[in-house]
């Protein structure tokens, strides 16, 4: 049996069946027998003893994990690591990543995905949540929910060789919903190993499904590779009618805010797909304050990401503010009549060191502005 069922059932016993597995180093913790969280333990191994009756797992200051296999989790659950001295966990085999059944927080961690050929985060092909049946285009099909959400937070995702996060094929039109994905605070280094025509680095078209809300903040994604996906955010083709009869969702919400992207979507680029919600009055899109360099290469950033709807009739819908998008020669995308707001920055931001992943900005207007991920951001006078 892999680990990842096992993890399964462990997880189940121990934060939804009894008050608490083994006790974890802290001061309410007495006797012999208690148990530490040490370098070199497998992941799945240490949320397994180590989850709280809330699903969370709390890491202490600096311990360094590794993840061997696949770990699936089939309840909600945290993970979080000091915010002073972030765990670090290295995923240690081609297929190392997780997979969930419900809301995932990462917080405070370094991850080292290197070695892994899997996605980071994917949602499970065997759901252990119940479905919501819709008839739609004359087929029944099976709509899985995740309530909690799906958040990473002050971490650094260094190697991602695959998808960010994905879903699966699920037998029997079954199709995947995540209520809220979050990055926030954080640091992606992607090393894609080939382009692709279809892939997406949050990519929820296996099945067809959409996030009901999105936000990259305050966060950084960069590619370190030749190579890319041609899109940054792929949905299927199901739209707002059909979530609403199954959960009661009224509207969608997409956002960049504040975030830095380098060399992403770079080849043939398109950056968002979603046609089950392009052009609905019930989508909402919002990119502020963001600088975009060499991405999304066929076609503007703001097209793209409004997947080629302007929202002239209904501008309430989109939301631009002190966007970069800089072209690798060092010109710049026409947003055309997506991006209309005329504070479209076409100043290059002088990054300090982007081969060493160092974006640190100074005296350019995103500096004076503070555009982009706040922790390159420096004052100009400094």
């Not at 690591?81 to 990462?106: H, M, Q, R, W, Y």
């Not at 285009?137 to 709509?143: A, E, I």
């Not at 958040?151 to 060789?161: L, S």
């Amino acid at each position: 049996m892999k680990k990842s069922l096992i993890l399964c059932a462990a997880l189940l016993a121990c934060a939804f069946g009894f008050q608490s597995c083994d006790k974890v180093d802290n001061p309410t913790g007495t006797g012999p027998t208690e148990a530490v969280i040490d370098n070199g333990m497998d992941l799945a191994e240490v949320a397994t003893k180590f989850v709280d009756a809330k699903g969370v797992v709390t890491l202490p200051a600096g311990v360094e994990l590794v993840l061997n296999e696949p770990v699936e989790f089939v309840r909600p659950i945290t993970i979080v690591g000091d915010e002073k001295e972030p765990a670090t966990i290295v995923f240690n085999s081609e297929d190392a990543g997780f997979i969930i059944n419900g809301g995932l927080t990462l917080k405070n961690i370094k991850f080292d995905c290197n070695a892994s050929k899997a996605p980071f985060i994917q949602l499970s092909k065997n759901p252990a949540v119940n479905a919501s049946k819709v008839n739609a285009w004359d087929t029944d099909y099976y709509f899985y929910l995740i309530a909690d959400p799906i958040e990473v937070i002050n971490c650094y995702v260094d190697g991602v060789n695959s998808f960010f996060l994905t879903d699966n094929k699920i037998e029997n039109n079954g199709v995947w919903f995540p209520t809220t994905i979050l990055v926030d605070n954080s640091i992606v280094r992607l090393s894609t190993p080939a382009n692709s025509s279809s892939n997406a680095y949050f990519y929820l078209n296996n099945g067809g499904g959409f996030a009901k809300e999105m936000t990259v903040k305050n966060s950084t994604f960069y590619n370190t590779t030749d190579f890319g996906f041609r899109y940054f955010v792929r949905y299927g083709g199901f739209g707002i009618d059909q979530a609403k009869e199954a959960f009661g969702w009224d509207k969608t919400t997409l956002s960049y805010e504040n975030s830095t992207f380098y060399n992403v979507c770079q080849n043939d680029g398109q950056w968002g797909n979603y046609n089950g919600l392009a052009g609905k009055t019930t989508s909402f899109w919002t990119m502020t304050n963001c600088i975009f360099w060499n991405c999304s290469t066929s076609g503007s950033v703001p097209r793209r990401f409004l997947h080629g709807k302007d929202y002239s009739k209904t501008p309430e819908n989109k939301t631009f503010l002190n966007n970069t998008y800089m072209k690798k020669d060092g010109t710049f995308q026409d947003p055309q009549n997506y991006d209309t707001t005329g504070t479209n920055i076409e100043e290059d931001p002088q990054f300090a060191d982007p081969s060493k992943g160092d974006f640190t900005i100074k005296g350019s207007k995103q500096a004076e502005l503070g555009t982009g991920d706040p922790r390159w951001v420096t004052t100009i006078n400094q």
